[in-house]
């Protein structure tokens, strides 16, 4: 990543970072991933065009699609978040993956089962979500309690309404980086400033500032070039990198 902007993943007095090394490796590892699983499944639905009719497969694929993009859409209503594109890209990527499984079991039995296990158990979501729940139960750290309100002197002043605490941020609510547009992208690294602004547990906030290091690493995968201006312009935590991200060379 990008060296010499520790301000843009944490507000002032916190700390922060760009990535790091930590965040390379991951998005390495997540760009690995995705390269293997790409390949995979592509042998995995080229088998099963060859093996069955192209109307059952697509028959198959839309049946998958749909059901996986409706279990998306029925989560994110629990969680207030209906974003059409992710719903979608993830309905595909179901209808693809069930496809590209039962070609790759057609293709070699028991040991295209046991490579289609081994990339879901390795996917880098299952394994955010494990980090994420182990982050949770090590402990949730400290709330800040809303403060007192003075006591009623009898004054003519108006009283002001009790301070109301402010939700718990779930940053595990937010869509992977890659699924979201280079716009949406921007706007989500905007958004995050904002919630890592309101108080909050120990816990919820480093979850925050790993989510935004997620954003800085995307940033670069899509455009380093258009990272590095906005850098150079003297970017800020709070700053918004529409025009140089979206701005291809």
């Given at each position: 990543m990008v060296i010499g902007c520790t301000e843009?993943?944490?507000?002032?007095?916190?700390?922060?970072?760009?990535?790091?090394?930590?965040?390379?490796?991951?998005?390495?590892?997540?760009?690995?991933?995705?390269?293997?699983?790409?390949?995979?499944?592509?042998?995995?639905?080229?088998?099963?065009?060859?093996t069955w009719p192209v109307v059952g497969v697509l028959g198959a694929f839309v049946c998958v699609a749909f059901v996986g993009g409706s279990l998306a859409e029925a989560a994110a209503r629990e969680r207030g978040r209906r974003r059409i594109r992710p719903l979608l890209a993830i309905g595909a990527l179901a209808g693809v993956g069930a496809v590209g499984a039962a070609g790759l079991?057609?293709?070699?039995g028991a040991l295209g089962?046991?490579?289609?296990?081994?990339?879901?158990?390795?996917?880098?979501?299952?394994?955010?979500?494990i980090r994420r729940r182990q982050s949770r139960a090590s402990g949730p750290g400290l709330r800040q309690d809303p403060p007192e309100q003075p006591a009623d002197t009898g004054s003519s002043t108006?009283?002001?309404?009790?301070?109301?605490?402010?939700?718990?941020?779930?940053?595990?609510?937010?869509?992977?980086?890659?699924?979201?547009?280079?716009?949406?992208?921007?706007?989500?690294?905007r958004k995050s400033y904002a919630v890592l602004e309101r108080p909050h547990s120990t816990a919820t906030h480093l979850r925050l500032v790993e989510q935004r290091q997620l954003y800085l690493d995307e940033f670069e995968r899509r455009n380093p070039t258009g990272l590095a201006e906005w850098l150079a312009s003297g970017a800020r935590a709070a700053g918004d990198p529409t025009r140089f991200i979206m701005r291809r060379s």
């Open positions: 843009m993943t944490a507000t002032a007095g916190q700390p922060g970072g760009c990535g790091g090394r930590g965040g390379r490796i991951v998005a390495r590892y997540r760009d690995a991933w995705m390269l293997v699983t790409a390949v995979t499944a592509t042998v995995g639905v080229w088998t099963a065009l060859q079991m057609v293709l070699s089962l046991l490579v289609v296990v081994v990339l879901a158990a390795s996917c880098p979501k299952v394994w955010a979500a108006v009283a002001t309404a009790p301070h109301e605490e402010w939700p718990e941020p779930t940053p595990e609510d937010a869509p992977e980086p890659w699924l979201l547009g280079d716009y949406e992208l921007c706007c989500a690294w």
